[in-house]
């Protein structure tokens, strides 16, 4: 099996190493950012709707000729958006937007203050039952998010997006995840701005 391939809890299985579109557009390059992606072999994207370049992701890959089979797209609810019925039309823009299906699906933050991220997670546990993702998770999610998400029953995250780098490793997420089946994928795993190499 190829080592860039990682299998998620349901079987899904995609690249390990996918193109991160934070703050991508500044630019003005997204075409040619997603064009190089693709030609180089990455299959994987991440973009959110705070990003404000969904639009630009989905003309880019259009422009691509790429193949949906090979594409795995993920996305995710912003902080504005939790609550029930909120999240499940933020989910419908941000898929009319990019101009194809959604992969994977995740809440942005859990903003506890709002008191909202569990109904959040009961829109994508449906979202998910539909098949209209074929994956759902969290990103910046702690241990003690996760177990209230456990304690409402059905599917638990399938992904928890976070920061992890060379100069950070949150060994005790990486411990209850592996415990839990859930997947830790690093944001800016090489710090931003290339930090890392210095």
Request: hydrophobic letters at 35%; one cysteine or more; charged letters at 30%.
């Amino acid at each position: 099996m190829d080592d860039n391939i990682s299998i998620l809890r349901n079987g899904i299985s995609r690249q390990m190493i996918g193109v991160g579109t934070y703050k991508a557009s500044a630019e003005g390059c997204m075409e040619e950012i997603i064009h190089t992606a693709w030609k180089l072999g990455y299959r994987g994207i991440d973009t959110a709707e705070h990003y404000g370049n969904e639009s630009e992701i989905g003309e880019a890959l259009r422009t691509c000729n790429y193949k949906r089979e090979e594409l795995f797209l993920t996305t995710k609810i912003w902080n504005e958006d939790h609550g029930y019925e909120k999240a499940i039309k933020a989910f419908e823009r941000s898929e009319q937007r990019l101009g194809t299906t959604i992969d994977l699906l995740l809440i942005h933050w859990p903003c506890p203050m709002n008191g909202l991220y569990e109904e959040t997670w009961k829109a994508l546990q449906d979202l998910y039952a539909e098949k209209r993702v074929k994956a759902i998770g969290v990103s910046n999610f702690k241990i003690h998010h996760l177990e209230k998400l456990k304690k409402l029953g059905g599917e638990i995250p399938m992904v928890n997006q976070i920061e992890m780098h060379p100069f950070f490793i949150d060994w005790e997420m990486l411990d209850y995840c592996r415990k839990n089946d859930i997947c830790v994928e690093a944001w800016s795993p090489l710090l931003r701005g290339a930090e890392i190499f210095h």
